[in-house]
């Protein structure tokens, strides 16, 4: 089966199509065993919003060459079928008007299709979709940053604008999650920060577990 066409294909290392925007939000909050350990983290430190969205991801070696495969087939079998088409059509133009229509319609749709194929190649995303039991919002200064646990890690995967009409409603979270990001995560070292804010977490849940008080965690934040 075409792993283009297969849904639940990814690749050995998942690579987002986001760039940071200056602001003092990390790349990713650090690594985690489980997911349940990674909700336990950025739900303990920060007011978050579960939301499952589509983004994109970088292709990997395996789908850019098989989409240039197809599109290189697309240009070597199928656009030359059409043209030879188009080429008998126009010597025969006054007995064949419509043929030569229906040629030249598809000598133009192949060569959109083929266009089409080289640049999603050259642009090289494909949109994932993420499951909202694993990926989080952070309203934080006037934009949503969309993070998810993938390969027991909390990644940044998208950052968008908040709208105006929203911004009133998420005063409060922000704010507190203002406090938070600039009070925790340094910019010249946010690596540093995190691995500092995880090893504390860690140190917690194993302290709460060894004295019998660990409980069902629930994060601040809550269901859209």
Known sequence: ??????????????????ATDGSPMPETFGEFETAEDAAKFIGGNLIIVNQGITVSRHMDFKE????????????????PIYEKELSVATQNFTEA???????????????VKAKSLAAEVKRGLKEMSLDELFTYRI??????????????KIVLCRISDIP???????FNAMAENEHF????????????????????????ITASDNHG?????????KKK
């Open 213 to 221: 008080n660990s409980k069902t965690f629930a994060p601040k934040g």
């Open 181 to 204: 990001i600039d009070a925790n995560i340094n910019p010249e070292n946010p690596a540093k920060s995190i691995q500092a804010l995880a090893d504390k977490m860690k140190a917690k």
């Open 1 to 18: 089966m075409s792993i283009l066409k297969n849904e639940n294909y990814r690749p050995a290392n998942i690579e987002f199509n986001v």
């Open 64 to 79: 850019k060459t098989e989409l240039r495969t197809e599109y290189n087939d697309v240009l070597e079998n199928e656009l």
């Open 97 to 111: 008007k419509k043929e030569l229509a229906e040629a030249t319609e598809m000598v133009s749709a192949t060569t």
């Open 164 to 170: 105006e009409f929203e911004k009133g409603e998420l």
């Open 139 to 152: 309203a934080y200064k006037g934009r949503y940053y969309f993070y998810t646990y993938i390969d027991k």
